[in-house]
């Protein structure tokens, strides 16, 4: 497994059908993978930041707000293609959070990054 040195770094990402779009800002040294009801769905990679680190280029309307759960986090859907570009959540201590799913970055190779498990089934 290679090694990630932690660095931030700004990316692009989209949904499939391109409506929603955003650059952020990125540490992927902090990659996880969840197996929770809806990341062992979805198949996702996460890295988190704060909410401040994404900038929304296009799409704000199309985004559902799907919660469940203890609702912790707001997955945010594309309504055309279906795609959850990433999820809004607030920290303990308050801090406006955002997950991006890793796999709707530009020309990211999700598969060569070294995710950790993440037991979110847990919570
Ligand atoms: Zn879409």
Redesign the pocket.
Known sequence: MSQTKSETKSYSGS??????SYDVALDLAGAIKCNCSICSRLGAVWAFAPRSALTLKSGNR?LTDYQFGKKRLRHRR?T??G?ETFAEGTMPDGTATVGINLRCIDGMDVDKLPARPFDGRSL
């Open positions: 949904c499939h059908c391109g409506a929603v199309e594309c055309t293609c795609i």
